[in-house]
């Protein structure tokens, strides 16, 4: 459980500032609370996909051993 919620401080730190940091730079005339609001979604959705959907993709999808 514990290191869920790292993950999930992880994922949502990184990629909503890195987001945040797009939007800022390359985005169009949004205001610093609409980026900011943006930014926080974005990393909160990223977060939760860090903990519940990319762990199933991985197993699911991952490198399987095929013998022959």
Known sequence: MKAKIIT????????GVFYGLLL???GN????????????FF?????????????WVRKRFGRQDKTS
């Open 8 to 15: 999930f401080m992880v994922g949502f730190l990184t990629m």
């Open 24 to 26: 800022y730079f390359f």
């Open 29 to 40: 005339e949004a205001s610093a609370e609409q980026i900011l609001n943006q930014a926080l």
């Open 43 to 55: 990393g909160f959705v990223w977060g939760l996909a860090e903990v519940f959907v990319f762990p």
